[in-house]
């Protein structure tokens, strides 16, 4: 009991102290891992110091008073109410040290928001509820999906260690490298954080803020999405891995290998159940969230995919749904989201899954002729 | 008290109607006093157990008791209602039982506009309330509605849209009310600088709601237009700006922030001369320090929105104007621990409760301060960080002092003086049970847990737990609270004209209970 009670009692005192040594016990920010993290840490340990020096200052106070002023202990009540020194000095005063709180305030502001000069640049958009990183400079572009299973949040099986803060496919930058991320949102606003590195920006649809951050250690940070963008918003982790230059050169190598490949799907031409197995795997990773796993969807929330006049109408009008989505409305447009195998896939999944036997299936090549199509019919419409 | 009444028939007042048709149509400051108080304890409850379901939730890590976009549902109602139908409606009440009776006015300046803007909440709440039971469930957009995400929900979001529309209706009328009544009405010799503490914050409170209303009402009105008249005031695709909602929303979500504080300052600085038996310390700057505060909420609101993105000179800015706002505050703090100083201190539960507010809400200020650093704030902004602030600056600030402000005139309204004991059971549960909930979320926040989220991750499983026990501890305590009420209206000692040996200002210079019609005549302050 003792030791644990002096255990507390050094956290609390290592709360002030050592920045680096805390932050293991979750009292304070994460262990900075970039240069404006660590000026964040150091400013945030700087202000609680003041503030728990003020704190402790005038609460003396007031308990001596409370404890010695009793009307019980016989004090009797003094008549002052009014002192104009004193009332000048304590607002001079904390006006003096809030001015003196500001100015390295100011200085971590200033570097935060200078983004010139990066080394690379990836271009980050935030969608319900996925994130996809695009790498300017590599031309590799990818999506980002929770990874845990649906069997741990139901609680069926066990909880793993990263719960709720894995992904499919990181995002990998190299070390020691500044990097400007630019960062914008497909539906609604979303939030991109990760704390080890001092970056959080709102992502706005149809505008583009950027920050920067230069990780100053090899590592796995995690963080979340930190503005509530619908029911899944506490389900759209964010994982950097911090990289080598060496390692960061041969995993561009391969992103850019399997992109090729998965191109080359799109000029081939599939069987009905290699379609609907694909698409099993496409429909659960994009569109089970809001139709469910079972297509029946959420009544009053969304519509269910299920006996649906969409999947079990004509298929041009199936695959134009999926491209473009419904404005004004949750359902996205998946066109830029999936490749038309995967469109292919999905399409001729949903419209031969559960009740719906219509037996018919979309070729890649058939969504690539709807792309086109759709964008002329784009075009006088936007005249 | 019926007799009084009659007596005065001759004076034009008619015979009180009874049962319901009473309250639909009284005209009185004290009946709608106690329809608006009565209204917000109801609506503490109903928003209270909405936070015992997120906090059962949060209990553990996975889902257990509700679904994702249920648990938005609740965060988003639970933010509303305890804003607009709890916080609010009790300051009207008080305004409506204590202006009056402080400024030896016979009633409020406009009484039938009185109970109109009364009888238009319990419609908003019905709106409110009821949208859980429509398809789809009621708005999960979070109680600050940006769009897009506001956009794309269905049709308990237009409901929501015409509930706040109704609840601004309703605050405009009573702080109209109000400002005349305090302007107009005074009793011979109470001059402006003379009047108590809490009609002054009342007043001030009052001229930022007139300005800040008709504010939310337009960005509301956009989104509306926005929902089903395909506007595109805040949609990129049409020309609009989604962050443009925002800076609207804060423009009047801050001053908001300091009208459901300032009368708080009120109550607590009625209540802690009283119980120090010494006047209140520099009164005069008591007054200028609400109105500095007042005045500089115009110029903070993009606080709230630093991680959006905004030019160097901007962040510096509204870094600056937010800390500048502790200036002020901190005169405020000051002086309590001044008028307390050197006192003859006594720790009825109004006193308890008010020691409490000044201590906790100061937690609240600093960690308000905290969040002023811009860079900081990046990093706490839509944490559980921010979560514990608001809870410190509106449970242990507004609702404590609702809470002292009600056993201090609670026997003025009774006649009866309520259960000290039962009272200090309440206070110290609440006490306890409040930091328990609220002191955790600060940890979960620098160590990076995001707010309004159904499940977390397993590092945040610990201060969750603690929280949720704490939350039951606090909610529950409560049912005290409305024990002791239900007792003080049935019966209990009498109490005097006077109710506390240090009380001083005209209503207590009225009998226990106050008379239903109370300074017909005015008094003269000298």
């Given at each position: 009991m003792n030791s644990k009670w002096q255990r507390s009692g050094m956290r609390w005192a290592a709360l002030a102290v050592s920045p680096p040594v805390l932050a293991d016990y979750g009292y304070?920010?994460?262990?900075?891992?970039s240069s404006v993290a660590h000026d964040v840490f150091q400013l945030h340990n700087l202000i609680m110091l003041v503030c728990l020096v003020i704190f402790i200052a005038v609460f003396s106070v007031m308990f001596y008073s409370l404890l010695k002023h009793r009307k019980s202990l016989g004090h009797q009540a003094a008549h002052f109410h009014e002192n104009t020194t004193v009332e000048v000095i304590w607002t001079v005063i904390p006006f003096i040290i809030l001015m003196g709180m500001a100015y390295p305030a100011a200085k971590v502001v200033i570097d935060m928001k200078d983004t010139s000069n990066p080394d690379m640049t990836i271009k980050i958009t935030g969608y319900q509820w996925k994130w996809s990183y695009d790498y300017l400079n590599d031309g590799i572009r990818y999506y980002s999906n929770l990874a845990t299973p649906h069997e741990q949040i139901d609680g069926t099986v066990a909880k793993g260690e990263h719960y709720l803060l894995e992904v499919d496919e990181p995002m990998v930058v190299p070390v020691g490298k500044r990097v400007r991320v630019l960062i914008t949102a497909n539906d609604v606003i979303h939030s991109w954080w990760v704390p080890a590195l001092g970056v959080k920006q709102d992502g706005i649809p149809g505008f583009i803020r950027d920050s920067w951050f230069k990780a100053d250690t090899i590592g796995t940070y995690r963080g979340q999405c930190a503005e509530l963008c619908g029911k899944e918003h506490g389900f759209m982790p964010i994982v950097v891995e911090v990289v080598s230059e060496d390692d960061y050169k041969s995993w561009v190598a391969k992103k850019q290998g399997t992109a090729h490949a998965a191109a080359a799907d799109n000029d081939k031409t599939f069987a009905v159940a290699e379609l609907v197995a694909r698409g099993e795997k496409v429909y659960q990773a994009n569109?089970?969230?809001?139709?469910q796993a079972n297509g029946m969807g959420i009544p009053g929330a969304f519509l269910p995919i299920n006996g649906s006049k969409v999947a079990t109408g004509p298929i041009a009008d199936h695959i134009r749904v999926v491209l473009n989505g419904r404005p004004g409305t949750a359902m996205a447009a998946f066109a830029s989201q999936l490749s038309d195998a995967d469109i292919a896939a999905v399409v001729t999944y949903q419209r031969n899954a559960w009740d719906n036997k219509m037996g018919d299936a979309a070729q890649p090549a058939a969504i690539a002729a709807a792309r086109g199509g759709a964008a002329e019919a784009a075009a006088p419409a936007a005249q | 008290m019926s007799d009084a009444a009659h007596a005065h028939d001759d004076h034009g007042h008619h015979a009180r109607p009874s049962g319901v048709m009473r309250w639909l149509t009284t005209t009185n400051h004290k009946d709608i006093g106690s329809l608006y108080l009565w209204f917000s304890f109801i609506m503490l409850f109903a928003a209270g157990s909405m936070a015992l379901l997120i906090r059962a939730e949060l209990f553990q890590p996975g889902m257990q008791l509700v679904q994702p976009d249920f648990f938005n549902q609740l965060t988003t109602m639970h933010g509303l209602i305890m804003i607009f139908g709890v916080i609010m409606p009790a300051f009207t009440g008080f305004a409506n039982w204590q202006v009056p009776l402080m400024l030896g006015a016979p009633d409020m300046a406009f009484p039938r506009m009185n109970n109109w803007s009364f009888w238009l909440l319990p419609v908003a709440g019905i709106l409110l309330m009821s949208s859980f039971l429509l398809p789809g469930g009621a708005s999960a957009g979070g109680w600050t509605m940006y769009p897009p995400l506001f956009i794309q929900g269905g049709i308990s979001y237009d409901l929501t849209i015409l509930a706040v529309h109704i609840m601004g209706l309703s605050s405009i009328m009573g702080s109209i009310n109000i400002i005349t009544t305090i302007l107009?009405?005074?009793?011979?010799?109470?001059t402006l600088m003379k009047m108590p503490m809490f009609v002054w914050t009342w007043l001030i409170t009052a001229y930022l709601l007139i300005a800040t209303m008709p504010v939310l009402a337009g960005a509301v009105t956009m989104l509306l237009t926005d929902r089903n008249?395909?506007?595109?005031?805040?949609n990129a695709a049409g020309g609009g700006d989604p962050v443009m909602f925002q800076h609207i929303f804060w423009f009047f979500g801050h001053p908001e922030v300091y009208i459901l504080i300032l009368p708080a300052f009120g109550i607590v600085s009625q209540i802690i001369p009283t119980f120090s038996r010494k006047p209140l310390f520099g009164y005069a700057s008591m007054v200028y320090a609400t109105a500095s505060i007042a005045i500089l909420s115009f110029t903070v609101w993009a606080h709230h929105m630093f991680a959006v993105g905004m030019p160097v000179a901007a962040q510096l800015f509204f870094m600056l104007t937010t800390m500048l706002i502790a200036v002020p505050t901190g005169v405020k703090v000051f002086n309590w621990v001044a008028t307390m100083w050197k006192g003859s201190l006594t720790f009825e539960t109004p006193m308890l409760f008010s020691i409490a507010f000044v201590c906790l809400f100061t937690i609240g200020g600093f960690s308000g301060l905290v969040l002023a650093i811009a860079p900081v704030d990046i990093q706490l902004q839509d944490t559980y960080y921010v979560v514990a602030h608001f809870h410190y600056v509106l449970v242990s600030g507004a609702l404590f002092s609702i809470f002292a402000g009600i056993y201090f005139w609670l026997p003025k309204w009774t006649g009866h003086m309520y259960d000290e004991t039962l009272g200090k059971w309440h206070f110290w549960l609440s006490v306890i049970g409040m930091n328990t909930v609220f002191f955790p979320m600060h940890f979960l926040g620098l160590a990076g847990m995001p707010r309004r989220i159904p499940d977390y991750a397993l590092q945040f499983t610990d201060f969750n737990q603690i929280a949720t026990l704490g939350a039951f501890i606090f909610g529950f305590s409560q049912l005290i609270f409305l024990a002791v009420i239900l007792k003080s209206i049935k019966g209990g000692a009498r109490a005097p004209?006077?109710?506390?040996?240090?009380a001083e200002g005209l209503e207590w210079t009225v009998p226990s209970p106050a008379p239903y019609h109370t300074f017909e005549t005015a008094p003269v302050v000298k």
């Amino acid at each position: 009991m003792n030791s644990k009670w002096q255990r507390s009692g050094m956290r609390w005192a290592a709360l002030a102290v050592s920045p680096p040594v805390l932050a293991d016990y979750g009292y304070n920010l994460q262990v900075p891992a970039s240069s404006v993290a660590h000026d964040v840490f150091q400013l945030h340990n700087l202000i609680m110091l003041v503030c728990l020096v003020i704190f402790i200052a005038v609460f003396s106070v007031m308990f001596y008073s409370l404890l010695k002023h009793r009307k019980s202990l016989g004090h009797q009540a003094a008549h002052f109410h009014e002192n104009t020194t004193v009332e000048v000095i304590w607002t001079v005063i904390p006006f003096i040290i809030l001015m003196g709180m500001a100015y390295p305030a100011a200085k971590v502001v200033i570097d935060m928001k200078d983004t010139s000069n990066p080394d690379m640049t990836i271009k980050i958009t935030g969608y319900q509820w996925k994130w996809s990183y695009d790498y300017l400079n590599d031309g590799i572009r990818y999506y980002s999906n929770l990874a845990t299973p649906h069997e741990q949040i139901d609680g069926t099986v066990a909880k793993g260690e990263h719960y709720l803060l894995e992904v499919d496919e990181p995002m990998v930058v190299p070390v020691g490298k500044r990097v400007r991320v630019l960062i914008t949102a497909n539906d609604v606003i979303h939030s991109w954080w990760v704390p080890a590195l001092g970056v959080k920006q709102d992502g706005i649809p149809g505008f583009i803020r950027d920050s920067w951050f230069k990780a100053d250690t090899i590592g796995t940070y995690r963080g979340q999405c930190a503005e509530l963008c619908g029911k899944e918003h506490g389900f759209m982790p964010i994982v950097v891995e911090v990289v080598s230059e060496d390692d960061y050169k041969s995993w561009v190598a391969k992103k850019q290998g399997t992109a090729h490949a998965a191109a080359a799907d799109n000029d081939k031409t599939f069987a009905v159940a290699e379609l609907v197995a694909r698409g099993e795997k496409v429909y659960q990773a994009n569109c089970a969230v809001c139709h469910q796993a079972n297509g029946m969807g959420i009544p009053g929330a969304f519509l269910p995919i299920n006996g649906s006049k969409v999947a079990t109408g004509p298929i041009a009008d199936h695959i134009r749904v999926v491209l473009n989505g419904r404005p004004g409305t949750a359902m996205a447009a998946f066109a830029s989201q999936l490749s038309d195998a995967d469109i292919a896939a999905v399409v001729t999944y949903q419209r031969n899954a559960w009740d719906n036997k219509m037996g018919d299936a979309a070729q890649p090549a058939a969504i690539a002729a709807a792309r086109g199509g759709a964008a002329e019919a784009a075009a006088p419409a936007a005249q | 008290m019926s007799d009084a009444a009659h007596a005065h028939d001759d004076h034009g007042h008619h015979a009180r109607p009874s049962g319901v048709m009473r309250w639909l149509t009284t005209t009185n400051h004290k009946d709608i006093g106690s329809l608006y108080l009565w209204f917000s304890f109801i609506m503490l409850f109903a928003a209270g157990s909405m936070a015992l379901l997120i906090r059962a939730e949060l209990f553990q890590p996975g889902m257990q008791l509700v679904q994702p976009d249920f648990f938005n549902q609740l965060t988003t109602m639970h933010g509303l209602i305890m804003i607009f139908g709890v916080i609010m409606p009790a300051f009207t009440g008080f305004a409506n039982w204590q202006v009056p009776l402080m400024l030896g006015a016979p009633d409020m300046a406009f009484p039938r506009m009185n109970n109109w803007s009364f009888w238009l909440l319990p419609v908003a709440g019905i709106l409110l309330m009821s949208s859980f039971l429509l398809p789809g469930g009621a708005s999960a957009g979070g109680w600050t509605m940006y769009p897009p995400l506001f956009i794309q929900g269905g049709i308990s979001y237009d409901l929501t849209i015409l509930a706040v529309h109704i609840m601004g209706l309703s605050s405009i009328m009573g702080s109209i009310n109000i400002i005349t009544t305090i302007l107009n009405m005074r009793a011979p010799g109470i001059t402006l600088m003379k009047m108590p503490m809490f009609v002054w914050t009342w007043l001030i409170t009052a001229y930022l709601l007139i300005a800040t209303m008709p504010v939310l009402a337009g960005a509301v009105t956009m989104l509306l237009t926005d929902r089903n008249f395909g506007t595109h005031f805040f949609n990129a695709a049409g020309g609009g700006d989604p962050v443009m909602f925002q800076h609207i929303f804060w423009f009047f979500g801050h001053p908001e922030v300091y009208i459901l504080i300032l009368p708080a300052f009120g109550i607590v600085s009625q209540i802690i001369p009283t119980f120090s038996r010494k006047p209140l310390f520099g009164y005069a700057s008591m007054v200028y320090a609400t109105a500095s505060i007042a005045i500089l909420s115009f110029t903070v609101w993009a606080h709230h929105m630093f991680a959006v993105g905004m030019p160097v000179a901007a962040q510096l800015f509204f870094m600056l104007t937010t800390m500048l706002i502790a200036v002020p505050t901190g005169v405020k703090v000051f002086n309590w621990v001044a008028t307390m100083w050197k006192g003859s201190l006594t720790f009825e539960t109004p006193m308890l409760f008010s020691i409490a507010f000044v201590c906790l809400f100061t937690i609240g200020g600093f960690s308000g301060l905290v969040l002023a650093i811009a860079p900081v704030d990046i990093q706490l902004q839509d944490t559980y960080y921010v979560v514990a602030h608001f809870h410190y600056v509106l449970v242990s600030g507004a609702l404590f002092s609702i809470f002292a402000g009600i056993y201090f005139w609670l026997p003025k309204w009774t006649g009866h003086m309520y259960d000290e004991t039962l009272g200090k059971w309440h206070f110290w549960l609440s006490v306890i049970g409040m930091n328990t909930v609220f002191f955790p979320m600060h940890f979960l926040g620098l160590a990076g847990m995001p707010r309004r989220i159904p499940d977390y991750a397993l590092q945040f499983t610990d201060f969750n737990q603690i929280a949720t026990l704490g939350a039951f501890i606090f909610g529950f305590s409560q049912l005290i609270f409305l024990a002791v009420i239900l007792k003080s209206i049935k019966g209990g000692a009498r109490a005097p004209d006077r109710v506390w040996e240090g009380a001083e200002g005209l209503e207590w210079t009225v009998p226990s209970p106050a008379p239903y019609h109370t300074f017909e005549t005015a008094p003269v302050v000298k």
